[in-house]
């Protein structure tokens, strides 16, 4: 192993004897220490979780990879501090992520919020911290594994690990999802990987590995029969899985290797015929398109050709009569689980960027702050979903994320960095003239790494598989380091060398790093772990144990969704006073107390993180409060920052709906009016403002606004059942029976045990003169409100001939759900 031996050894600077006094371990024993530590993160990081439901898993490995990443950058610095030397490769790919790393820290000092840029809510990876973690992790990577030896235990260890997460799910598949869930992974779709796509991208990786393999080895008998099962039971489940971006991925990885084989069947081809030729003899010359196939490696072209086919969409296509598709009958015979997952499309990405560059081209928004210009530029076609409310921290892939939140300096440095890592693949040919070993590993290091790196640029991969395309991106540096391929720069800085006035000082700051980023990384666990308890104690309603939680999450580390958390625990203790027995002094006093609480933590929220919108509405929500508690002249305040929060996320609904409600509170009912409008011209099915607009124009008597806006919300909804009762309603105000039937008769069979719609029906059946059907509506209400004694009367009448009320006034016909309360959901 030539990395580990050295022909020149420098003394150890006088600070670093000092600082690490006499060590009795070698060199050596860091070294290995530093191979099992990085092997570890390769095998256990796939399966590693916390069975806890404070701790999630994503919160789990990121926990873990911190913790073996800086034990191992502490013990490589004490090696190098005991040497007193250090070999970096010569890689200009390495050299342009440290200068990334060097950009995400120059754009989080640049962040409006500096705290989320640098470290967010501590696992998030979009921040510096997590960033200069992997990028470490790259580093040791390039450092470790040298020479074949240890990448072949990488190897092992990382199709170890994804063999052993596919046995988990096959005996799932047999047993049930209960088995082994740990009472964590309970749906079908769960997987101690992460997400259920991110299960296929590992074993996407794990299959790439074993064909690159079979290909290089195929007279290797031991391992061919185990390969061919990892391979069925790899391909079993990305076809139940179904991930077309990674089809797509996987179709351009392996028609990589099966170019490779045709390339080198036909050089070995050439080869042949030309040494027969040198040498007088014969050799039989097929033309191209017959030796073709027989170039072709098996088990690689069965899965570029089910690539070909899902990745391209084929398999989608409508087929026959019943319109059947491949994948949905190969997903049907598999018993697959259905499962997706929204991301962001190409173009909004895309939009989103490009407006971020062009507000703040050189830095973007700042490290993980993709949120704020993702509301800033939102699309009114998102309100129209289901997501109307959710905020996306990523765009399209984790890559394409930087772009916006470094700016185009960060930009640049990436697109170097895909040209370096290509550039990498270059060198590795220089391999294959050298031995087959020596072309296997390169080949396999720097198909893995492209592959990891696909999955970063065009999907949002958790912390497994973005922190395998660090890993397998440094092995292929050290091992081309290793190679000879690429050279070293040896730096002394032992004994009266230059550098170690430098290196010496730069070494022991790492160390007190180290162990700096040791001490935040428990009070951010703490400080996770605490904010979950507390989480799971305000769902139970238990107040004073939720606020105990959140004041020792606080204690650990400051997060403005803490502080906001606080305050809205003191505006729910405010509003619970009333149900105490206090006296008049007892309750002001309580109350002012309660009230400066949540004022304060409010306050704290924003200046932690003035760009949440969050946090500005509810500091105005606390002045809302005042308002309802007849406090005067807080109105102005509430409308200033819900003003504050729709410059930050002009699009909302929500935002747009609670200024309506403080316009209306002030009196300005033409301006409330206007930001219902806006409210309901971004989500037209947004059911409170749906409501409060109906309202406001049914009092100024303009029903045909209301009607329209309504008409609006079921185009957006149409299978909302409260809607089209409203609708109903509407046209039966206006004595629009022709109109107000099929409405009705839609909302009770969207729901049959709505009595409003069916007492509403069987009126204006009645008054069309079908008796029949009015009778059958209203005997429906009867039976879901068994003790009103005016249904009773009316049935009687129909029956008798006569009108439902007979002449006399009705005890009430206005309903009880529409239009004042659109957004409930139960049956009245």
Same mark, same amino acid.
């Given at each position: ?21 006499? *060590? ?38 990121? &926990?873990? *990879? ?33 200068? *990334? ?9 640049? +962040? ?36 074949? $030896? ?56 794990? #299959? ?40 797509? &991925? ?52 069965? #899965? ?17 009569? $019943? ?6 009958? @190969? ?19 895309? $939009? ?28 009114? =076609? @998102? ?28 930009? @640049? ?5 895909? @040209? ?59 091992? #081309? ?33 180290? &162990?700096?980023?040791?001490? #935040? ?5 703490? !400080? ?9 104690? =305000? ?38 006073? +009333? ?112 409501? !409060? ?15 329209? =806006? ?28 022709? $109109? ?59 029956? =008798? ?15 009880? +759900? ?11």
């Amino acid at each position: 192993m030539p990395d580990e031996q050295q022909s020149f050894q420098a003394p150890a600077s006088g600070v670093s004897k000092m600082f690490l006094g006499k *060590l009795p371990f070698h060199s050596a024993f860091f070294d290995r220490a530093l191979v099992f530590i990085l092997l570890a993160v390769a095998f256990l990081l796939p399966i590693f979780f916390v069975p806890s439901q404070l701790i999630a898993p994503e919160f789990g490995k990121m &926990i873990f *990879l911190e913790v073996f990443v800086l034990l191992a950058i502490f013990l490589w610095t004490i090696a190098r501090l005991r040497d007193g030397h250090v070999d970096v490769p010569k890689s200009l790919l390495l050299l342009v992520s440290a200068l *990334l790393v060097v950009q995400f820290i120059a754009a989080a000092f640049m +962040s409006p919020a500096p705290l989320v840029s640098f470290i967010g809510s501590g696992y998030d990876l979009g921040t510096v911290s997590s960033f200069v973690l992997l990028f470490l992790l790259m580093f040791l990577g390039s450092m470790v594994f040298t020479n074949r $030896d240890r990448v072949l235990m990488l190897f092992v260890s990382f199709v170890s690990s994804g063999v052993l997460v596919m046995i988990y799910h096959l005996l799932r598949q047999f047993f049930g999802p209960d088995f082994l869930d740990f009472g964590i992974f309970t749906s079908a779709v769960s997987s101690p990987v992460g997400r259920w796509n991110d299960f296929a991208s590992l074993l996407g990786g794990v #299959l790439l590995l074993v064909l690159s393999t079979l290909y290089f080895f195929p007279q290797n008998n031991a391992f061919r029969v185990p390969a061919f099962l990892a391979f069925l039971v790899g391909l079993f489940f990305l076809l139940a899985i179904n991930f077309s971006v990674l089809w797509l &991925i996987l179709l351009v990885m392996t028609a990589l290797l099966v170019a490779l084989s045709v390339y080198e069947g036909e050089r070995e081809h050439r080869r042949v015929h030309h040494e027969a030729h040198e040498s007088g003899g014969s050799h039989h010359h097929r033309p191209f398109h017959r030796r073709f196939l027989g170039h072709l490696p098996v088990v690689t072209t069965v #899965l570029f050709l089910v690539a070909l086919v899902y990745g391209t969409g084929l398999a989608s296509v409508n087929l026959g009569k $019943d319109n059947t598709t491949i994948a949905g009958v @190969v997903a049907k015979s598999l018993g697959a689980t259905p499962y997706s997952e929204v991301v962001l499309t190409p173009k909004f990405t895309y $939009d989103i960027v490009k407006n971020t560059l062009e507000s703040s081209p050189l830095f973007g928004t700042g490290p993980n702050r993709f949120s704020s210009a993702y509301l800033q530029y939102k699309m009114t =076609a @998102v309100n129209r979903t289901p997501f109307w409310d959710s905020t996306f921290d990523f765009g399209l892939g984790r890559v394409p994320t930087y772009f916006g939140t470094t700016g185009l300096v960060g930009m @640049v440095l990436w697109l170097f960095f895909v @040209v370096f890592l290509f550039v990498k693949g270059r060198k590795v040919f220089a391999l294959f003239a050298k031995d087959r070993m020596a072309a296997y590993i390169g080949f396999s290091l720097f198909l893995l790494s492209l592959y990891f790196w696909s999955l970063a640029s065009f999907y949002l991969p958790n912390t497994t598989i973005f922190a395998s395309a660090f890993l397998f991106t440094g092995a292929l540096i050290a091992f #081309l380091a290793g190679e000879g391929v690429i050279g070293r720069y040896h730096l002394a800085f032992g004994g009266r060398s230059r550098l170690s006035v430098v290196l010496t000082p730069v070494a022991i700051a790492l160390l007190v790093g180290v &162990i700096a980023a040791g001490v #935040l990384l428990y009070r951010q666990t703490s !400080s996770l772990v605490a904010f979950n308890e507390a989480q799971v104690a =305000a769902a139970a309603n238990n107040i004073p144990d939720a606020e105990k939680a959140l004041i020792r999450a606080l204690n650990f580390a400051e997060r403005d969704v803490y502080y906001r958390a606080l305050s809205s625990l003191a505006l729910a203790k405010l509003q619970g006073l +009333s149900q105490q027995q206090l006296s008049q002094e007892q309750f002001a006093v309580q109350a002012k107390q309660l009230i400066d609480e949540s004022r304060v933590n409010a306050e704290k929220a924003i200046k932690l993180d003035p760009t949440n919108f969050e946090n500005h509405l509810q500091y105005g929500s606390v002045f809302d409060t005042l308002a309802s508690l007849g406090v005067q002249n807080t109105t102005s305040f509430a409308r200033e920052n819900y003003e504050q929060a729709l410059r930050l996320n002009p699009k909302s609904p929500r935002v747009l709906f609670m200024l309506a409600q403080v316009e209306f509170v002030s009196g300005d009912r033409a301006k409330a009016k206007e930001y219902l409008r806006q409210a309901l011209l971004e989500r037209p099915n947004l059911p409170e403002a749906l409501s !409060s607009f109906v309202q406001l124009e049914l009092q100024d008597n303009n029903p045909t606004a209301a009607i329209t =806006a309504v008409q609006a919300g079921i185009l957006v909804e149409p299978t909302n059942y409260l809607f089209h009762f409203t609708l109903g309603y509407l046209y039966y105000l206006q004595n629009n029976l022709t $109109d107000a039937i099929p409405q009705f008769e839609v909302a009770v069979a969207l729901n049959p045990s709505y009595a409003d719609a069916k007492y509403f029906l069987g009126l204006s059946y009645a008054a069309t003169n079908r008796i029949g059907d009015a009778i059958q509506q209203f005997e429906g209400v009867q039976l879901l409100n068994p003790n009103n004694k005016e249904v009773e009367t009316i049935i009687q009448n129909l029956k =008798a001939g006569r009108l439902p009320f007979n002449g006399v006034a009705p005890a009430s016909i206005q309903p009880t +759900s529409a239009p004042q309360g659109l957004n409930q959901k139960k049956s009245q």
